[in-house]
């Protein structure tokens, strides 16, 4: 049986793009290679290794999860038929199916027993259930003063292994806009960065990464995703010489009217920025814009502010 599309349909069609870019397969074994390279030279260099090291044992829990999917099919097309996120993370991670996630990345995770990353693997090895659920729901709650500062690269890994999980487990996922520009779709948490894409049906459009399962969102450009003001929006990078004013790959869109800011990666310029990655590597930008007054909103569940 064939559709007839009506004139208008068609060109409502011609010009509608993708709403969602789902994240590959090997996500975080793509996020590990670009965190090592933006290592060499960079003040930062040892913790972004470490935050590589973590993302191989993330790739590892992904390729052969500890657990399934914990919505059911008519739970996720229930969420889906309203509008909601069907891995909804504020109920998720209360119920507590992603904590076998952390205990399989503590277990895969060997070799330090000292020093403040010895520290922090024996106090997170030495909780139980609830202490472990109580960090996670403070971390995704934007709490910072409750999780012990040294633990959040591994309760945010665990995490966003379990959520990119079941993100790609999910049946060919046709997910709605939330409320917020910048509220995931799949999960409802916050966009970590922008990604303005270079390829393809994506090409040229700029998509929101989401903080903890990593899928991306189509916003249109030149627009504040908090408080959708297009006045007077300016684009700030850090200085470097390799590129022409203007080119730099990861530039931050500064919104005057709320004065919040989200960091962008411009894929034309550098093919091989990651969110996170090129996020943990440019903090040198996030001080400089908080000294400019200018405020952060998008959380990196891999690093604690302050």
């Known amino acids: 049986m064939s559709t007839i599309l009506e004139p208008g349909q068609i060109e409502a069609s011609a010009v509608m793009p993708p709403f969602l870019h789902l994240p590959p397969a090997n996500l975080f074994e793509l996020r590990a290679a670009r965190l090592e390279q933006l290592a060499e030279g960079n003040a930062l260099g040892q913790y972004l290794k470490l935050v590589a090291r973590l993302c191989r044992i993330q790739q590892q829990l992904v390729d052969n999860p500890p657990a399934g999917m914990p919505v059911a099919e008519e739970r996720q097309r229930l969420c889906i038929s309203h509008g909601l996120p069907p891995l909804a993370a504020d109920s998720l991670v209360r119920e507590g199916p992603w904590l076998v996630w952390l205990q399989a990345l503590l277990e895969r995770f060997e070799g330090e027993t000292g020093g403040p990353l010895g520290d922090a693997l024996q106090v997170l090895r030495g909780s139980d259930g609830e202490q472990r659920k109580g960090w996670g729901i403070a971390l995704l709650g934007g709490q910072y003063d409750a999780v012990p500062a040294a633990l959040v690269p591994f309760i945010g890994a665990a995490l966003q292994a379990a959520w990119s999980s079941w993100l790609l487990a999910l049946p060919a996922p046709e997910l709605k806009p939330a409320g917020s520009l910048a509220q995931c779709p799949a999960c409802g948490s916050p966009a970590m960065a922008g990604v303005v894409r270079n390829r393809g049906k994506h090409n040229g459009l700029r998509y929101l990464a989401c903080s903890l399962c990593a899928c991306e969102w189509h916003v249109v450009r030149v627009k504040c995703v908090y408080c959708e003001s297009s006045k007077d929006l300016r ?70 502010p302050g």
Do not use: V, W
């Open 235 to 304: 684009y700030t990078s850090l200085d470097d010489d390799r590129h022409a004013l203007g080119k730099a790959p990861l530039r931050a869109e500064c919104c005057p009217e709320c004065e919040n800011y989200l960091k962008q990666n411009y894929l034309e310029n550098d093919a091989a920025a990651e969110p996170l990655a090129d996020d943990l590597a440019s903090l040198a930008l996030d001080i400089r814009l908080d000294e400019e007054g200018f405020h952060r909103l998008a959380p990196n569940l891999m690093f604690a």
